[in-house]
């Protein structure tokens, strides 16, 4: 092999070898994520259930509970929401009126849809102490 090929071969190899170190330090990303971080009282939990489906025209009922430390939470008020999908607020007022809960902290209450659709619901809460 003459001292050209030898020169060109190592140029070659070297420029290879930079490509890969280059190419190893790429920055590769993950998707992203969503966290929302809402105020919390400590202590308080609120559930919130209802059917995944419903009829327009017919009643669904909701049901729910608010604890404080394992131990339901009476005569509470609470207020009912519609959301977005995401669980954004659509209207401060409250789109069912409020609820109390009973001396166990349960509460339920019924809805009629009257147009076709995907609904979101959430409960907030205000405690008589």
């Known amino acids: 092999m ?22 190893a330090s790429i920055w590769i990303y993950s998707n992203f994520v969503k966290v929302t ?53 659509i209207e401060l007022e409250p789109s069912i009126a409020p609820i109390t809960t009973n001396t166990d902290g349960y509460f339920t209450f019924s809805w009629t849809p009257t147009t076709i659709g995907d609904f979101y619901f959430k409960a907030g809460y205000e405690t008589p102490d």
């Open 2 to 23: 003459n001292k050209t090929l030898k020169t060109l071969i190592v140029i070659v190899l070297c420029a290879v070898v930079t490509i890969g170190i280059c190419a």
């Open 37 to 89: 971080v809402t105020p919390i009282i400590p202590g308080y939990s609120l559930t919130l259930l209802a059917p995944q489906t419903g009829i327009i025209g017919s009643s669904i009922e909701f049901s729910g509970r608010l604890i404080k430390d394992d131990v339901g939470v009476g005569e509470a008020t609470i207020y009912i929401y519609q959301t977005d999908s995401t669980g954004k607020i």
